[in-house]
């Protein structure tokens, strides 16, 4: 920040005159929603868990070239699909869109 004359100028975005009580409110859930989805999203039991879902998916990948006439294949696909986009969104929500320019 830049100083004029003898005072200090800073942005008006980090001054809470408390006019927006509702939204500060608002903002204090949602960090503590982002703070508990990141602990959920670094736990090791959530890593471990999508780590096997990728085997499992690569086990069903391999079944269904050899038993492609299983109804079974197309919702299990969908299913997978599912879980790896929550897991994708969930990445964005915790880290950002910078974590996939790096």
């Not at 998916?57 to 919702?75: F, H, Y």
Request: aromatic share 14%.
């Amino acid at each position: 920040e830049k100083g004029v004359g003898e005072y200090k100028v800073l942005p008006t975005d980090d001054f809470d005159f408390g006019l927006n009580k509702e939204e500060n409110h608002a903002e204090e859930g949602a960090d503590s929603n982002i703070k508990w989805l990141e602990q959920v999203y670094e736990h090791w039991a959530f890593s471990t868990f999508m780590n096997l879902l990728i085997v499992g998916n690569s086990v069903v990948m391999g079944l269904e070239t050899d038993l492609p006439t299983w109804d079974i294949w197309d919702p299990l696909e969908r299913a997978f699909l599912l879980v790896f986009v929550i897991e994708l969104l969930m990445k964005i929500q915790v880290q950002g869109l910078q974590v996939f320019y790096v």
